[in-house]
């Protein structure tokens, strides 16, 4: 099983709907959750941490599920401008230091 | 706002010469980072440092990639003999004291091609 999966997607949603996507991890003693956003060809951009008793941020809402191993993404009222790859991340603490690991992303193309 | 800079943004070198890919990352950072990703595909970590020695590194860093911060503000990746399948891009990113929450600020990244 992989550290990390997410859908590839893509999503494809038109202007203002709501839209969702999962993201698993194997290693139930990963520590800190996090949603990064990557536009093409650039690099990847934090959009939000992920709480254990989740969190918003404006159209964003982010949860975290220990028992099921997976994290949550939520966006109401969709732009243009969140088209985009968004990508999971975890971060597990090894013996040494810490182990940040990204998942493949989700891509999300939102249409007019 | 403070940002993570990388040069070059795009090599192209000949396979079997070095490379040497440059960081500077957030001043006040103490852990630092490299991840490269191939053309439609994950980001994948390659090595962390702090305090000036590595303190991870993945599969994919075997002995033909170093890193260094030789003078305090810069960060090196240098690969020794680049083959066919280092052409990627390769981010640099850091994190603060607070690293351990593992918020990781990137640079723009460099392309790496090699021929």
């Known amino acids: 099983r992989k550290e990390v999966e997410q859908d590839p997607g893509p999503f494809n949603v038109p202007e203002g709907a709501t839209v969702a996507f999962n993201c698993t991890y194997s290693n139930s003693a990963s520590q800190s959750f996090f949603w990064y956003r990557q536009d093409c060809r650039k690099e990847p951009k934090l959009l939000m941490s992920v709480y254990s008793s989740g969190n918003e941020d404006g159209r964003f809402t982010a949860q975290l599920n220990r028992a099921s191993q997976y994290i949550s993404l939520l966006i109401r009222d969709s732009k243009l401008s969140d088209s985009a790859t968004y990508l999971c991340v975890v971060k597990n603490l090894s013996e040494s230091a810490s182990k940040i690991i990204f998942g493949s992303g989700t891509r999300l193309s939102i249409r007019p | 706002e403070p940002e993570v800079t990388q040069t070059p943004s795009h090599q192209v070198t000949q396979m079997g010469q070095e490379v040497i890919l440059r960081c500077v990352p957030i001043?006040?950072?103490?852990?630092f980072y490299w991840y490269r990703q191939i053309l439609g595909q994950k980001v994948e970590f390659l090595v962390s440092?702090?305090?000036?020695?590595?303190?991870?590194k993945s599969e994919i860093f075997d002995d033909q990639f170093s890193v260094e911060r030789p003078d305090g503000s810069n960060f090196t990746l240098k690969i020794r003999s680049t083959k066919l399948e280092d052409s990627a891009m390769y981010f640099c990113a850091s994190s603060d004291r607070r690293g351990a929450l593992g918020e990781l600020f990137f640079g723009e990244g460099s392309r790496l091609t090699v021929l």
């Open positions: 001043s006040n950072h103490l852990y």
């Open positions: 440092f702090y305090n000036n020695e590595i303190s991870e």
